[in-house]
T-cell receptor, first 116, second 117 residues
Framework: AQKITQTQPGMFVQEKEAVTLDCTYD???????LFWYKQPSSGEMIFLIY??????QNATEGRYSLNFQKARKSANLVISASQLGDSAMYFC?????????????FGKGTMLLVSP | GAVVSQHPSWVICKSGTSVKIECRSL??????MFWYRQFPKQSLMLMAT?????????EQGVEKDKFLINHASLTLSTLTVTSAHPEDSSFYIC?????????????FGPGTRLTVL
């Protein structure tokens, strides 16, 4: 079974609208971390947001927020007020265990296209 | 903070030659670095975990003699693709474990695009 599932291969959104990118995960660990990364066409992986399994509040970073629903094992990324520069590939990833030096497992990604 | 650099950003080489890619953590020390490979329109595939001062841990199916990893210092890890062939053409990206939100986070380098002719 896949550990990270991103069911949306591609998403379209108009500029200034909000968009939700889905991510579900599978783990039996109690301590884990969930990440979202953005990969523009240049290839670099840009860290966006982090949610720890014990964090009670949903993580927020500027226009990015993570809708963490632990019982459903979902960690959806919400981008508010989309901008043209948000067009990129977005990857959800999970770190199992408490250590930041544990490996990350990535989903297959969602390509987001923002139109004017 | 937490910047990771990679060099070179792209390289073209002839089949049979070896290529070395460097990954550096610029403003923090990283005892652990990771090497990934990414094919076009696919996700990142972990190749190996590199620990400073010890042998790298390779993922299943990754040839350790083909992809040599050296983590000689707390800020530098290198990946050498030995006797490269066209099927080794790919995007190689490293990351380093560093201080971040709620614990430690992996910070990624900008990647190296390898083309083997």
């Amino acid at each position: 079974a896949q550990k990270i599932t991103q069911t949306q291969p591609g998403m379209f959104v108009q500029e200034k609208e909000a968009v939700t990118l889905d991510c579900t995960y599978d783990t039996s660990d109690q301590s884990y971390g969930l990440f979202w990364y953005k990969q523009p066409s240049s290839g670099e992986m840009i860290f966006l947001i982090y949610q720890g399994s014990y964090d009670e509040q949903n993580a927020t970073e500027g226009r990015y927020s993570l809708n963490f629903q632990k019982a459903r094992k979902s960690a959806n990324l919400v981008i508010s007020a989309s901008q043209l520069g948000d067009s990129a590939m977005y990857f959800c990833a999970m770190r199992e265990g408490p250590s930041g030096y544990s490996t990350l497992t990535f989903g297959k990604g969602t390509m987001l296209l923002v139109s004017p | 903070g937490a910047v990771v650099s990679q060099h070179p950003s792209w390289v073209i080489c002839k089949s049979g030659t070896s290529v070395k890619i460097e990954c550096r953590s610029l403003d923090f020390q990283a005892t652990t670095m990771f090497w990934y490979r990414q094919f076009p329109k696919q996700s990142l595939m972990l190749m190996a975990t590199s620990n400073e001062g010890s042998k790298a841990t390779y993922e299943q199916g990754v040839e350790k003699d083909k992809f040599l990893i050296n983590h000689a210092s707390l800020t530098l890890s290198t990946l050498t693709v030995t006797s490269a062939h066209p099927e080794d053409s790919s995007f190689y990206i490293c990351s380093a474990g560093g201080p971040g939100q709620g614990g430690d986070t992996q910070y990624f380098g900008p990647g190296t695009r390898l083309t083997v002719l």
